[in-house]
């Protein structure tokens, strides 16, 4: 029930929001307001890093914001704040191929409520909404030639947290290992195989996420800005 009604509530807000913004905003206030949300997404992440270390129970293996949902509320205020439609090309299909399902499948052990369950609620279910926001409000076209950027920059990122990961001991966005509650992982295989099946999922994933935002553009005629 828990599960439900956060989504439920979340998904709400997100409606207005996405909706405010494309009929009420101005597109400047669109850029700001979008990065004002980026901005209160990654200080709800961030916080969790004193409030373990006050509590006395931090684990650098697990609580550092280095998990891919944890590093998006970053990426996408640097984006904002840049009006990088490059940037924000790569995490469009990060967020909805991948922190998008995490509501679906979560890995969450606290309930309401607990500051975990607050801050897992929030984050996996605001970045969806800043996605679309970057698509349905502030106009971005999203093409099938920046999935291919969007892998890459997967690739990237995982080049970077491999050697962290074994300097730190650590399984950060799950290059040593899958997650520990039932995900979309345990049907890729072992490891390490699944970081291989990984690397074509992600351009069909990708793919199929683009799909709806082409068909919307194709059938209602949106009038996209120029970023």
């Known amino acids: 029930m828990e599960h439900i009604i956060s989504i439920i509530v979340l998904l709400v807000f997100g409606i207005w929001f996405i909706r405010k913004g494309k009929y009420s905003w101005t597109i400047d206030q669109r850029w700001r307001y979008a990065a004002y949300f980026a901005g209160f997404l990654y200080f709800v992440q961030i916080i969790k890093v004193p409030i373990r270390l006050y509590l006395g129970n931090f684990d650098h293996t697990k609580d550092l914001p280095l998990e891919l949902c944890n590093l998006l509320p970053l990426f996408m205020l640097i984006s904002l704040l840049a009006r990088s439609r490059f940037l924000l090309s790569i995490f469009f ?15 969450l ?51 970077i947290m491999y050697p962290v990961n074994l300097m730190l001991g650590s399984n950060y966005i799950y290059l040593l290992g899958k997650p520990p509650s039932p995900t979309l992982y345990d049907v890729l295989g072992p490891w390490p195989w699944y970081i291989l099946t990984l690397e074509f999922m992600l351009l069909i994933c990708f793919s199929i996420v683009l799909i709806p935002f082409r068909l919307y553009l194709k059938y209602r005629g949106h009038k996209h800005v120029k970023v």
């Open 109 to 159: 052990r606290e309930v309401l409520p607990h500051y975990e369950a607050f801050r897992y609620w929030l984050i996996h279910m605001g970045l969806p909404i800043l996605a679309v926001f970057t698509f349905y409000a502030l106009g971005i076209t999203y093409k099938f030639t920046d999935i291919v950027r969007s892998a890459l920059g997967m690739n990237v990122l995982a080049a």
């Open 93 to 107: 299909f990060w967020i909805l191929a991948g922190t998008a399902q995490a509501n679906v499948t979560p890995s």
